[in-house]
């Protein structure tokens, strides 16, 4: 069993940045990708990113690239989301979540319960 807990949610104005962690417990996650989605209200949950489990690769959604970068620290088994530039339309519940594989589709087993990003106009 795995606990996620995500934090560093806020308000920002928009061209801001915000950096989110997401620290597991229970057990490694290292050998696990871990993910990034988000869920704005009334919309469905949006991909945002995903961290192989070496920390080598990343691949980001559209909405995200050049703006967003995903990191991890293995040995603090944590995963962090850095958000630059943010836009009014980044505001949303933000969750990390583990993974098998390194994809948007893939099934992940555990999700944290969420932090919130509000970006101001």
């Known amino acids: 069993q795995v606990q996620l807990v995500e934090s560093g949610g806020g308000l920002v104005q928009a061209g801001g940045s915000l950096r989110l962690s997401c620290v597991a417990s229970?057990?490694?996650?290292?050998?696990?990708?871990m993910g990034w989605f988000r869920r704005a209200p009334g919309k469905e949950r949006e991909f945002v990113g995903v961290?192989?489990?070496?920390?080598?690769?990343?691949y980001y959604g559209d909405s995200v690239k050049g703006r967003f970068t995903i990191s991890r620290d293995n040995d603090k088994n944590t995963v962090y989301l850095q958000m630059n530039s943010l836009k009014p339309e980044d505001t949303a519940a933000y969750y990390c979540?583990?993974?098998?594989?390194?994809?948007?589709?893939?099934?992940?087993?555990?999700w944290g319960q969420g932090t919130q990003v509000t970006v101001s106009s």
């Open positions: 961290i192989t489990y070496s920390g080598r690769t990343v």
């Open positions: 979540a583990v993974g098998l594989l390194p994809s948007p589709n893939a099934k992940y087993d555990y």
């Open positions: 229970g057990r490694s996650v290292s050998t696990y990708a």
